[in-house]
């Protein structure tokens, strides 16, 4: 996590010779191809910029991008806002915090926007202060974004929407003053931009709504004042969604094709394509980011670059004919470079974006223009990013990267002072994490793992089904053990002896968890299973009972009913999977009903015997027939190494699920934390 190392070689430049080719957006041009798209972190105070949100964008530059857009930022405060700490420019006072945000980006070399955005009728009573506005009197259905149910809005008034549209250009004017290279028009996801564009959302029958043509009238207005406001030759750009997944989606593949032509017509300089989907069919059908596929925009950013307008004012496809002449940015877990590199060499897009692998891996430019790329940390699609900010209103959280969301999210690494020997006991993330932040800092650094690889419980986490995203993991930190010269000894048990013997300086302790004692009567009866031996071997019987519906359980239930096995789950709250992302949460839940899985909730179970569960919901006694019982009941601590040795050695930590049960995020934090700290004190 330090900040970006020299250049020593440039070997991807002639790997990925279009990826780091210069280009242009309006007459503005950005050194590579690679952009860091909008992607909110919710680190503002109240929407004021903070140190935490200057080095979040400080980093990413120097990390290598050409071009940074700077996050989701309200137009029009309270009204507009998602979070009450969802960034500002809807006054002149917020110019000055701004301005630090493009001074640090332009120092290391690359160009910044900022998003202009409005919440519009996803906005919550409870942030805005009152009740949220929208094109219509429509209320925001189960929304893919956020998974949550939406508040009715107010239907705005056209002096209203001609207010809004004037607060859009006022915000443009002042991140031009602020030293913004340009701005981006937010149209995507549930905000204001794609209500309008929406049939779903905008039902209106005046000069906003009625027709494809009326309904890009408010993004039309917005892209010709704010190039008032600026200048012609300042960039505006729109990030757009061409098109609305499910049958609740309100934009077709030719609305959205029209809306690019229109957006050019209004002097757009640029279109970033996206696609937004409904989750009431997205449900039953899409698959979590920890499984979906690569590139998922190019097929659509070869539609668009197709678009052309007719004399008639109908959009046509004609292949091979004029196209639209501004630039168009696509990606969707594209990260990779040869993925990146071909879609630029087909002519498929003009420019990449590289969001969540550059929350994940600040040096992702950088790291892939010196053919490193195999170093580079990889996002996993726990969406844990977006989860954090839109669900719990926290601040951005990242399974792959530990700093960001910390107080000040500064990622400069303070070098040891004195050169400490120190042994990791535990090849999870983390103590992975502990172990390649200490060598970082320059320590001697042993890890020592019982199993036959490392990698802990991700090796688990990837055997239910579309969990293929997580995989990399594993590989990236066998290869930051061996670039930062750690020591992995592996079929290794650590007792307080061989500690001993190695003399250590500093001991961390990650030996992760154990599964925990469920206390229910016949735990011991010879149809139950552990989690962990199901997952491995899939070995179960014709009926399959579940004892617990965590992530766990809920997962391994959709993996068993997918090979036609009668599955129920009994969990005692009364949701399934409440740790889970919601996106993610939400898709699983659509796959268990669609697959048939019987669910119990606020059920206890308290017998099982051999061919039934016996259990409780709402004071009645209930019984199901099994075959296999299979208990997801949690995990504890395996921390029993730690308690006999945390006073044997003069500095020693307790990491990851051994200190605390919890997700691959919190123990990749808890193994950096324990890095940085060693050798600076006695704890």
Request: contains cysteine; aromatic residues 6%.
């Amino acid at each position: 996590m330090n900040s970006t190392k020299t250049v020593l070689s440039e070997n991807g430049a002639k790997k990925y010779v279009n990826l780091f080719k210069p280009g242009k957006i309006g007459k503005l041009e950005v050194k590579n191809r690679i952009v860091m798209p909008a992607m909110g972190t919710n680190m503002s105070d109240s929407g004021v910029v903070n140190t935490a949100v200057i080095n979040h964008y400080a980093r990413r530059a120097a990390g290598g991008a050409g071009l940074i857009i700077v996050e989701v930022t309200c137009v029009d405060s309270p009204l507009g806002l998602n979070t009450p700490d969802m960034l500002r420019i809807d006054e002149d006072a917020h110019i000055k915090g701004h301005r630090k945000i493009t001074d640090a980006v332009h120092n290391h070399d690359a160009k910044v926007f900022l998003q202009l955005s409005h919440t519009g009728r996803g906005a919550k009573a409870d942030v805005i202060g009152g009740q949220p506005v929208g094109p219509s009197e429509v209320t925001m259905p189960f929304s893919f974004m956020m998974g949550l149910e939406g508040e009715k809005p107010r239907a705005l008034t056209l002096s209203e929407i001609e207010t809004i549209e004037d607060k859009y250009a006022d915000a443009a004017r002042r991140a031009k003053e602020a030293g913004y290279d340009g701005v981006e028009i937010h149209s995507t996801g549930y905000y204001l931009g794609q209500q309008f564009l929406s049939k779903q959302a905008n039902t209106r029958t005046d000069e906003y709504g009625g027709t494809k043509q009326k309904r890009a009238r408010f993004l039309e207005n917005v892209i010709r004042k704010s190039k008032d406001a600026c200048g012609t030759d300042y960039p505006v750009i729109i990030k757009l969604s061409v098109m609305e997944l499910g049958k609740m989606g309100g934009i077709s593949l030719l609305d959205g094709m029209y809306y690019s032509y229109a957006s050019e017509r209004a002097g757009a300089d640029a279109i970033e394509v996206l696609a937004g989907a409904w989750n009431e069919t997205a449900g039953k059908k899409d698959k979590p980011e920890t499984g979906q596929a690569k590139g998922l925009t190019f097929p659509l950013c070869s539609l668009m670059k197709m678009t052309r307008v007719a004399g008639n004012g109908l959009v046509n496809f004609l292949f091979g004919k004029k196209a639209l002449s501004i630039p168009i940015i696509g990606g969707g877990r594209t990260f990779e470079p040869e993925l990146a590199e071909k879609a630029l060499a087909s002519k498929r897009c003009d420019f990449v974006y590289m969001g969540r692998g550059m929350l994940a891996e600040p040096d992702l430019p950088s790291l892939i223009l010196n053919d490193e790329f195999e170093l580079a940390r990889p996002c996993i699609g726990c969406n844990q990013c977006v989860n954090e900010q839109l669900q719990f209103r926290r601040r951005i959280g990242c399974a792959g990267c530990p700093v960001m969301g910390l107080e000040d999210n500064d990622y400069t690494l303070q070098h040891a002072v004195d050169t400490k020997k120190v042994i990791v006991v535990g090849g999870g993330p983390a103590g992975c994490e502990a172990a390649i932040t200490a060598a970082k800092r320059g320590h001697i650094v042993t890890l020592v793992e019982r199993e036959n690889t490392i990698g802990g419980q991700i090796n688990l986490a990837v055997l239910p089904l579309y969990k293929q995203n997580i995989v990399p993991l594993i590989d990236f930190y066998r290869n930051r053990l061996i670039h930062h010269g750690v020591t992995v000894r592996l079929n290794e048990e650590a007792t307080k002896e061989t500690l001993e013997n190695m003399h250590p300086d500093v001991v961390i302790f990650a030996t992760g968890s154990k599964p925990g004692s469920s206390g229910i009567k016949g735990a011991d009866n010879s149809v139950v299973k552990c989690y962990k031996d199901v997952l491995k071997n899939k070995n179960t019987g014709k009926r399959v009972v579940i004892v617990g519906g965590g992530t766990v359980g809920s997962e391994l239930a959709l993996m068993l009913a997918q090979q036609k096995k009668i599955v129920t789950i009994i969990e005692m709250s009364d949701d399934i999977a409440a740790k889970m992302a919601k996106t993610a949460q939400s898709i699983l839940k659509g796959h268990l009903q669609q697959t048939g899985v019987t669910i119990h909730l606020l059920s206890n179970v308290t017998e099982i015997k051999n061919d039934e569960v016996l259990f409780e919901n709402n004071g009645k006694q209930m019984s199901v027939n099994a075959d296999t019982v299979i208990l997801c009941t949690g995990d504890e601590k395996e921390n029993s190494l730690y308690n006999e040795c945390k006073d044997s050695f003069g500095e020693t930590y307790n990491v990851g699920d051994s200190n605390s049960i919890a997700d691959i995020r919190l123990a990749v934090r808890d193994g950096y934390l324990a890095g940085i700290k060693v050798g600076c004190a006695t704890w």
